[in-house]
């Protein structure tokens, strides 16, 4: 029976969104920083928006700008979608795409965890797929996305939906993986390094050709030269999109399977171990590197 990437990293992902990582752990603050993220930025927002998911800080090159419309696919538990509010401000609106029903629960949650959220009209939170946005034609100003896109099995309809979104003259920003050179055939075929944004990673050209192809001009795939094994630093934590229990040594010592039933259902699990054992086995950064992509949809002729 064919597998059903989707399912997997919905399944996943919604794990993930039930584990309690957040920026308390000091292995998920490290990988945030590790990326680009401040400590200030990763201050203003919801700890638990926070769980070490991040291969990059689309908000920091997206040149966001007041009043804009801001959509981020994948969001998670809301991290770039709450700093993409900051910055576009009341009159702007940034909205979180994501097809896991926990994450959603969670984002929704995270918005209303300080009163100062609660009272910001201008974030707003769909489940939906990528590839699917429920969202009008050029009604966007911007599309961001954090470690997201590689996962999706349809990337060309995936920017396809991105172009369609943004309004003529508006331009992608985003942080993802990308590959260098092919991984070996144990790693490329490997379902549990799919869902950790490796083995679904298109090559930087496929990239650059793929929004090409979807209509987008100024296209730019640029290594950002982060170390992609800042993972293998974190106790447990084996990859840009699968944490495994507790991450960071506080973590490890202060929360234990016992006392925290979300992370014995993660330790439990096999498929985090058999990524964690592939990847002792290779250098990430000789094979992928995270990536900083730029587009833009052309303006219309007359």
């Known amino acids: 029976m064919p597998v059903d990437l989707k399912q997997v990293v919905q399944t996943k992902y919604g794990t993930v969104a039930q584990s309690g990582l957040s920026s308390h752990q000091r292995g998920v603050q490290a990988v945030a920083e590790a990326f680009g993220y401040s400590a200030g930025e990763l201050a203003s927002i919801p700890a638990e928006a926070n769980m070490g998911l991040s291969c990059g800080n689309p908000t920091a090159m997206a040149a966001l700008k007041p009043g804009e ?6 969001s998670g538990g809301g991290l770039d979608v709450f700093l993409a509010a900051e910055k576009v401000g009341p009159t702007g609106k940034a909205i979180g795409i994501d097809m896991t029903p926990e994450m959603i629960d969670l984002a929704r949650r995270n918005a209303t965890a300080t009163p100062a959220r609660a009272t910001l009209p201008n974030v707003e939170f769909h489940l939906a797929t990528i590839d699917r946005l429920p969202l009008t034609d050029a009604s966007a100003d911007c599309v961001i996305s954090n470690c997201v896109i590689n996962l999706a099995p349809d990337k060309s309809a995936v920017f396809r939906e991105i172009a369609r979104v943004l309004k003529p ?28 944004c490796i083995a679904g990673a298109i090559s930087m050209d496929e990239y650059r050709q793929g929004l090409m192809e979807a209509g987008f001009a100024d296209v730019a795939v640029v290594d950002s030269q982060a170390d992609l094994n800042a993972y293998k630093n974190i106790e447990n934590q084996v990859g840009c999109c699968s944490p495994t229990a507790a991450c960071g040594t506080a973590a490890a010592h202060d929360r234990s399977a016992a006392s925290h039933p979300a992370l014995a259902i993660l330790e439990e699990s096999t498929f985090h171990g058999e990524l964690s054992d592939q990847l002792k086995r290779f250098d990430a950064n000789e094979y ?15």
């Open 69 to 74: 419309v801001v959509v981020d696919l994948g």
């Open 169 to 196: 003259g508006g331009r992608l920003a985003v942080s993802d993986i990308a590959l260098k050179k092919p991984l070996p055939p144990d790693i490329a075929d490997d379902l549990a390094a799919y869902v950790g």
């Open 288 to 302: 992928a590197a995270s990536v900083k992509v730029f587009a833009v949809k052309p303006r219309m002729v007359d």
